[in-house]
Nanobody
Framework: QVQLAESGGGLVQAGGSLRLSCTVS?????????MAWHRQAPGEQRELVAS???????NYADSVKGRFTISRDNALKTVFLQMDSLKPEDTAVYFC????????????????WGQGTQVTVSS
């Protein structure tokens, strides 16, 4: 059974930083998968925030470029999302997910999901 365990959400003031982590088991899934972070705000559709291929290629939503950094540690089977210069509009539940397809942008193209972690940015 594939499991994704997220951590690192919380409450932060605008301009602050948070780092999200997501560990995948079994590790064999992580090694070959594109990993991504999505987010969903109340009343909004889930959207792709950032993705990283098994080889380290990255992709970001325009709204987070220059502020968020996605990375992965293949030895730890963990993907990270460093979020800096946070804004109130970044408030959402953040989900990590895996896909066998680099370039996948739609949530339906992702195979396994974590339970989500709440990020709240106060103004």
């Amino acid at each position: 059974q594939v499991q994704l365990a997220e951590s690192g959400g919380g409450l932060v003031q605008a301009g602050g930083s948070l780092r999200l982590s997501c560990t995948v088991s079994p590790g064999s899934i992580f090694t070959v998968s594109t990993m991504a972070w999505h987010r969903q705000a109340p009343g909004e559709q889930r959207e792709l925030v950032a993705s990283i291929s098994s080889g380290g290629r990255t992709n970001y939503a325009d709204s987070v470029k220059g502020r968020f950094t996605i990375s992965r540690d293949n030895a730890l089977k963990t993907v990270f999302l460093q979020m800096d210069s946070l804004k109130p509009e970044d408030t959402a539940v953040y989900f990590c997910a895996t896909s066998g397809n680099w370039g996948a942008t739609m949530p339906s193209q992702y195979d396994y999901w974590g339970q989500g972690t709440q990020v709240t940015v106060s103004s």
